[in-house]
């Protein structure tokens, strides 16, 4: 049986699968470890050494020590590990929003406190497409 | 016997948890939503129920990517709150109730949901920003707790309609329970939001209403919404809400809805919130 993903189709959004989660295994954990302070210790001490103890691959590894959020998306991260490397830089979720969605903390903020993202034009790729 | 006697819906929207602990729930951004949950503060001193049963998801603290149990039924006598990666909430130590939990976690299993069982689990924001909600920061939380922890980061998290029946078995479940206790049941996360890539922000405020208006009054159907409709229409991370109709099941068919709260935004989320009452 050939595993359907309808969800395909929404803009701006990587729904974390089991193949997303597969491919992002490595990295994932990598992100999480960032959750116990040791850890960030020893990554601050030594960034490459530290990130190869997880063996994600060289894209993967770029992505991290580079900050490139959504490219981590892409290539197997999820949001709730990837905001510990976020929140390591100093990153709340909201300034993270910020950053993936191209706005800037400020805009971004602005955009919540009016209401947030409205879903009108936001369903399907199609719909940016044609923008 | 121990019996059910209400249900709360409420968000579990870490920056909330962040906004009690440092004294910032009064200020202009986080004021009118903690103002939404005055009347339930008021209204939980009045239920005082003895055991909180308590639903929730955790995020990547207890579970990280090695083992992602779809429902994690804890059965120990605490729960610390876990470091989340800039030190553990402030709040208290989070007590269990053996008994109950081995004797719901042995009725769900003959009853033919296969959970897994946590004798020892720590708890994130998902568990401890309701309780601040609805008790606001006592020194010790007022009742035990008994929590159910459902993946809802990879995908599929279980079906909407698969909680829901889940939520019929965990109120067999306590209805067996020899020992005389009043149990509450959270359902908690939500409402749309999407915190990941350029769609992030997304914010269905229609969509909520529905929702919140089927879950109460027409469960059976609003149980029947598929994953690709709240992904869609909630965003990536609204699939959260599956986990209201786990509370949804243990209630009556129909309740009375005492207090609705809804409120955009906390950071990236819509807040909902809603107290039910079996009638």
């Known amino acids: 049986m050939t595993i359907q993903k309808p969800y395909d189709d929404i803009p701006g959004t990587i729904i974390f699968d089991s193949q997303q989660a597969a491919k992002g295994y490595h990295l994932n954990q990598f992100c999480i470890s960032l959750r116990l302070a040791p850890n960030r210790d020893a990554f601050k001490a030594d960034p490459e050494n530290y990130i190869d103890q997880f063996p994600m691959t060289s894209d993967q590894r770029h992505a991290a020590l580079n900050q490139d959020w959504n490219r981590l998306l892409e290539l197997g991260g999820n949001i709730y590990y990837t905001s510990k490397l976020a929140a390591y830089h100093g990153i709340n979720f909201q300034e993270l929003a910020g950053l993936m969605t191209g ?18 034009g936001n369903r399907y790729q199609s719909e940016w497409d044609d923008k | 016997m121990a019996y059910i006697s209400s249900g709360v819906a409420c968000s ?40 909180i049963f308590l639903v929730y998801n955790d995020h990547c603290t207890a579970f990280d990517a090695r083992v992602i149990p779809t429902f994690a039924l804890g059965c120990a006598a605490e729960y610390a709150p876990a470091d989340e990666g800039w030190g553990p909430r402030p709040v208290p130590t989070v007590n269990g109730h053996r008994d109950l939990s081995a004797h719901i976690a042995q ?50 998290a279980p079906l909407g309609s698969r909680c829901y029946a889940l939520g019929k078995s965990i109120r067999k479940a306590i209805e067996s329970f020899p020992e005389n206790l009043k149990v509450c049941v959270f359902g908690t996360g939500g409402m749309s939001h999407q915190l990941q890539h ?19 009054n027409e469960p059976e159907k609003g149980s029947q919404i598929e994953h690709i409709e709240y992904m869609r229409e909630a965003g990536s991370e609204g699939i959260e809400l599956v986990m209201w109709y786990v509370m949804r099941g243990a209630l009556n068919d129909k309740v009375n809805e005492i207090h609705r709260f809804y409120h955009v935004p906390a950071s990236n989320t819509a807040v909902g919130h809603l107290i039910l009452e079996n009638n």
């Open chain 1, 103 to 120: 706005k800037g903390s400020t805009a971004y903020r602005e955009m919540m406190i009016s209401g947030g993202r409205s879903i009108e």
């Open chain 2, 12 to 51: 579990h929207v870490p920056a909330l948890g962040v906004a009690s602990d440092s004294g910032i729930s009064n200020d202009d951004y986080y004021g009118p939503i903690f103002k939404g949950f005055e009347f339930s503060k008021d209204w939980m001193a009045k239920e005082k129920p003895d055991v």
């Open chain 2, 107 to 156: 009725s769900l299993v003959l009853d033919s949901f296969d959970i897994t069982i946590m004798n020892e689990m720590e708890v994130d924001h998902g568990l401890t920003v309701p309780l601040t909600m609805m008790f606001g920061q006592p020194e010790q939380w007022p009742c035990p707790v008994v929590p159910l922890a459902v993946n809802v980061v990879q995908y599929p």
């Open chain 2, 198 to 216: 350029q769609r992030a922000g997304l914010i269905n405020s229609a969509w909520d209403e529905r929702f919140m208006n089927l879950l109460v």
